[in-house]
């Protein structure tokens, strides 16, 4: 079940089946801006950054772009110097259909790494694409741009600005590979309002770093993640300041609800963990902390068990390497369960009571490190058997 | 199987079950070294030191050790005060029977953390531990402290001093929340050589940081980790440099093999795999790279799946943080396989080549960065379901 989503005015979106990788499913997506539409983006730190990052990144310099063109199947990544042409004859073959710049077009693609990508297909898709293209077409895109994902990612807010009600809608995809780290993986964010560039910027950047930059579900960041923010104008302006918070607070939501969703759907993830840590010198150390705990292959397989195995938590916390940590004044939570302070088992603590507060759904984690008033948090999955077999078997 | 293992002059070990938390198998391991020798030891840098731990550390500092007394199915660990008191307990019980000071007793646990240590059957199972101390009891002292080891590991070497042959042999135990960080899991390695007490320690710390500093399953470094170097004098001195750099060498070898054999043992693992990385401008950027390219989910799944999904490998590196690294000038090989070259495949690559130089029990993955002359080497397994399995239920 895809989560209720708001058209935004400006934006039109469509999907096809192009045949990159997937049998009998669309891989093909298309989004659409109005003329004078907004754009920001942030793109992984992978020093492999992959083809069409490099592609969109130089496009999104050279101007406003129109069109974002994205595929999945394919990463087009290790592709090297073939790799890029591929990705520009994309945007050529999209320009010339709409008759515009190669460079208003922004090419995105997520899949195997390694591989050419398949040109000639995505191009005799294009026409079919862009007849397809309607203003509630995210659903459809949103399944489109799916790897291993098993349920389309989206989310919407309304959001009452000065000049009345602005609504911002986007789309992810990810289940593996993710530790982005100032990007993530593929992430189209849409508001009709009005904003300005440095503004639509600036906010871009501080809602992914608390969202998309706070999830891991196995630490490794990829070579193609991207997100990018848009905003067509076609609704009120955020002009003023209150209006710009607001808006950005609805950014922020619904960037923070794709990143759940991404960790939800983790790869063979049956749980969304919230790994808290306050009490932190810094926010710094807190997600060390968090990091160190929400990466741990022995914490997520004693969550995937609802094993309230805290042995595991303290140990990951120890070994976070923070200076002169004072391991007396540590209590770890599951849920709301003292499980651990002093650095012992608590007293009146009930191991069946902490495996209630794990074999749920959505489990938080909270580690109390009693040396200051900093506090971070991030959401991790737990690891299973599935997450194996879906890894060991990607490419059979 | 076990390996073949040469007895130590000075050094005899008993295995007794005190029915700690297993059924049917020795758990209860004491190694008694010969008056006059000499014994050091690093520890886990975790912030939550296991109590043994901190007792043996002290009761080291105190002076010359004659006792270890080591057991299986708990850590003792995350036990706080009550936990210090217990090691302690043992440690004046054994010492009560052979009539020494406690303080010549270092107490070594490993299992679950958070349990408290049951002493009293510890305490029961001591008369037969001593009765049973033989010079060849390496084996089945070996035994005794594996967890979840299937195997248990030895190595032996013989060196030729100038006054001699001395000989150098080690136990270990350890297969997961392996990722020592300047320890390791429970190691314990003798010699009859006779060694100065400052030059001991140093031949140790070399020796465990290219050996069981190298080594990782899955990240996770544990509260108990220790490695001790024993040298009872019973055999040759090595009073001369180069008999102390060949001792050296036996004993970094012996170091080397246990390591090895932990890897190979790990949970769930099916082929050992070794990861090297040259051409790196020092051997800190060469050990980043080794160390994410040998502790990521997605390159360690597609070795177990002997899938040569290189780019797994190159998205590792790429994220690894190497300041300005010149992608174009990566190579990586799988065995004597070139896989990619120049940030993408490499020409005339064949698929079904690297596939055979991963389907292994041992692999080679070197990765050259072409940018110095740097060179490091780590050690890791492949990801499996066992991992997942052998975790999320460990203590049901």
């Not at 394919?74 to 591929?86: F, I, L, S």
Request: a negative charge.
């Amino acid at each position: 079940m895809a989560e209720a989503f708001l058209p935004v005015a400006g934006v039109r979106l469509a999907a096809a089946a192009a045949g990159i990788r997937y049998e009998g499913r669309d891989d093909l997506a298309l989004i659409e801006l109005a003329p004078g539409s907004r754009v920001a983006a942030v793109f992984t730190r992978n020093a492999f950054r992959a083809a069409p990052v490099e592609v969109a990144a130089r496009h999104l310099r050279a101007g406003a772009p129109r069109w974002l063109l994205v595929n999945a199947g394919n990463a087009n990544a290790g592709t090297g110097r073939a790799g890029v042409e591929a990705a520009e004859a994309c945007c050529r073959a999209l320009a010339a259909h709409v008759g515009a710049e190669p460079e208003r077009v922004l090419p995105f693609s997520t899949g195997v790494i390694g591989e050419p990508l398949p040109v000639e297909r995505i191009e005799a898709a294009l026409p079919r694409l862009l007849e397809g293209l309607r203003p509630d077409g995210w659903e459809a895109a949103a399944r489109a741009i799916m790897t291993t994902d098993t349920v389309p990612k989206l989310a919407s807010r309304r959001v009452a600005l000065s000049g009345g009600e602005a609504v911002v809608t986007g789309m992810a995809k990810g289940a593996g590979m993710i530790r982005p780290d100032m990007a993530t993986m593929l992430a189209f964010v849409a508001t009709d309002a009005g904003v300005e560039a440095a503004v639509l910027d600036a906010m871009l950047r501080r809602a992914v770093a608390r969202s998309f930059n706070r999830i891991t579900v196995d630490g490794d960041t990829s070579t193609n993640d991207a997100c990018v923010l848009m905003a067509t104008g076609q609704g009120p302006e955020a002009a003023r300041a209150r209006d710009r918070e607001a808006l950005e607070g609805a950014v922020a939501e619904v960037c923070e609800a794709l990143a759940r969703a991404i960790v939800r759907d983790g790869e063979g993830a049956t749980r969304l963990v919230t790994v808290e840590v306050a009490g932190g010198r810094s926010e710094a150390e807190c997600l060390q902390v968090a990091w160190t705990v929400a990466e741990s292959p022995l914490v997520k397989t004693a969550l995937h068990a609802a094993d309230p195995n805290w042995g595991r938590i303290l140990a990951a916390v120890g070994r976070a390497g923070l200076e002169g940590l004072d391991v007396d004044r540590v209590r770890i939570l599951v849920g709301d369960v003292v499980v651990a302070e002093g650095g012992a088992r608590a007293p009146g603590y009930e191991e069946a009571a902490a495996a209630r507060a794990m074999d749920r759904p959505e489990v938080r984690l909270r580690i109390e490190l009693g040396r200051g008033t900093a506090a971070a948090r991030v959401w991790t999955c737990d690891l299973s058997c599935e997450y194996v077999r879906i890894n060991a078997e990607y490419r059979t």
